[in-house]
């Protein structure tokens, strides 16, 4: 009798912005001929971070070995969504042999964990371990936590006022879920901060979690593959705010997609990003969009108040130069004045 091996998969979880397709890629570019797959959940419609791996020209990086999953968060969705898709990339002539998955940042973690134990995947994969990447400078600003005076304010104006912290939560989550910490943006970070934060992510944690620093994402990938967590079979130890699908329906967050011109330069276009990223609600703004008389492709993050760009690769023949940024934000947030500060 044959007994099979499960394939490994590490979950990499995160808020928005964290870092962490940044950390997928470096463990590809590093990966020493392991042949990996990607899933990358997205919470908006447009498939941005799938995109960006699968054109960044690595080998075992192309099209074929990444596997997107827009529109939702992939907690909510593990029988549509999920699970057929593993199970296409488990049934490939030549099966992975390590498979990461990247949640969007809004995603709980446990949910997913759970969703090993299905019955049509159980016996083909494990979770090797749930990493959790941590915005050191979001942390540091007190993105996660609720400004005592504020709420007290706000609660002598208006008992009816419910002041749970959806940022908080899904933060907490991810945490606690984990099985290695990543604090990403740590070159961002004096020492004294550092240690502050360190202390913040420690008090979250309800076990002993190993946590490493590191910036850009840079990471060896023998630190966060091979932790052999088995964490389907943990689920005890991993306590949750949201222990049930009814309560993670994450309905405090919403995207759109805003249509945007192409850039006269680089700096347009993060002037334009820094301006919609000062509309109180806005989390997260991300896409592409073209450069007048540039023959690259423009990718443009924003977290908070924080802009970067780069150039990508080339446009491709026929290809449409249509750009467009999908914005994350909670619920409510202005998206007319989102989108009249990105088309400038």
Same mark, same amino acid.
């Given at each position: 009798?044959?007994?099979?091996?499960?394939?490994?998969?590490?979950?990499?979880?995160?808020?928005l912005?964290?870092?962490?397709?940044?950390?997928?890629?470096?463990?590809?570019?590093?990966?020493?001929?392991?042949?990996?797959?990607?899933?990358?959940?997205?919470?908006?419609? &447009?498939?941005? *971070?799938?995109?960006?791996?699968?054109? =960044?020209?690595?080998?075992? =990086?192309?099209? *074929?070995a990444?596997?997107?999953?827009?529109?939702?968060?992939? =907690?909510?969705?593990?029988?549509?969504?999920?699970?057929?898709a593993?199970?296409? #990339?488990?049934?490939?002539?030549?099966?992975?042999?390590?498979?990461?998955?990247?949640?969007?940042?809004?995603?709980?973690?446990?949910p997913?964990?759970q969703?090993?134990?299905?019955?049509? &995947?159980?016996?083909?994969?494990?979770?090797?371990g749930?990493?959790?990447?941590?915005?050191?400078?979001?942390?540091?600003?007190?993105?996660?936590?609720?400004?005592?005076?504020?709420?007290?304010?706000?609660?002598?104006?208006?008992?009816?006022?419910?002041?749970?912290?959806?940022?908080?939560?899904?933060?907490?989550?991810?945490?606690? =879920?984990?099985?290695?910490?990543?604090?990403n943006?740590?070159?961002? #970070?004096?020492?004294?901060?550092?240690?502050?934060?360190?202390?913040?992510?420690?008090?979250?944690?309800?076990?002993?979690?190993? #946590?490493?620093?590191?910036?850009?994402?840079? &990471?060896?990938?023998?630190?966060?593959?091979?932790?052999?967590?088995?964490?389907?079979? *943990?689920?005890?130890?991993?306590?949750?705010?949201?222990?049930t699908?009814?309560?993670?329906?994450?309905?405090d967050?919403?995207?759109?997609?805003?249509?945007?011109?192409?850039?006269?330069?680089?700096?347009?276009?993060?002037?334009?990003?820094?301006?919609?990223?000062?509309?109180?609600?806005?989390?997260?703004?991300?896409?592409?969009c073209?450069?007048? *008389?540039?023959?690259?492709?423009?990718?443009?993050?924003?977290?908070?108040?924080?802009?970067?760009?780069?150039?990508?690769?080339?446009?491709?023949?026929?290809?449409?130069?249509?750009?467009?940024?999908?914005? &994350?934000?909670?619920?409510?947030?202005?998206?007319?004045?989102?989108?009249?500060?990105?088309?400038?």
């Open positions: 009798m044959t007994i099979l091996q499960k394939i490994p998969c590490t979950i990499v979880t995160g808020f912005g964290a870092g962490k397709t940044t950390l997928v890629r470096h463990v590809v570019e590093h990966n020493d001929g392991r042949r990996l797959a990607i899933i990358v959940n997205e919470f908006g419609d &447009i498939g941005f *971070d799938g995109s960006l791996l699968a054109s =960044c020209g690595v080998p075992g =990086c192309d099209e *074929d990444v596997v997107e999953l827009p529109n939702g968060c992939i =907690c909510c969705t593990v029988a549509d969504d999920f699970v057929p593993l199970n296409r #990339l488990l049934d490939r002539p030549e099966p992975p042999e390590h498979i990461l998955i990247e949640t969007s940042g809004l995603a709980l973690p446990k997913l964990v969703a090993f134990n299905w019955p049509a &995947i159980r016996s083909r994969v494990t979770v090797d749930v990493v959790a990447v941590v915005d050191g400078p979001a942390v540091a600003s007190g993105a996660f936590a609720d400004d005592p005076e504020a709420l007290a304010a706000e609660r002598a104006a208006d008992q009816s006022v419910d002041h749970d912290n959806p940022l908080e939560e899904v933060f907490e989550d991810q945490l606690l =879920c984990a099985d290695l910490v990543v604090m943006k740590g070159d961002l #970070l004096d020492a004294e901060s550092r240690a502050r934060v360190r202390a913040e992510v420690e008090a979250h944690l309800p076990r002993a979690v190993k #946590l490493v620093e590191t910036a850009h994402g840079a &990471i060896d990938p023998r630190v966060l593959l091979g932790l052999s967590a088995g964490a389907e079979s *943990d689920l005890a130890s991993r306590p949750s705010h949201h222990e699908e009814a309560d993670h329906d994450h309905d967050f919403e995207s759109t997609a805003v249509p945007v011109r192409a850039a006269g330069s680089p700096d347009d276009l993060a002037a334009r990003v820094a301006r919609a990223a000062e509309v109180p609600g806005v989390l997260r703004i991300k896409g592409f073209a450069v007048a *008389d540039k023959p690259m492709r423009l990718v443009v993050q924003g977290v908070g108040r924080r802009v970067a760009h780069h150039y990508d690769r080339p446009w491709r023949p026929g290809e449409h130069r249509d750009g467009r940024l999908v914005v &994350i934000g909670l619920k409510g947030f202005d998206r007319d004045a989102v989108a009249d500060a990105l088309r400038g």
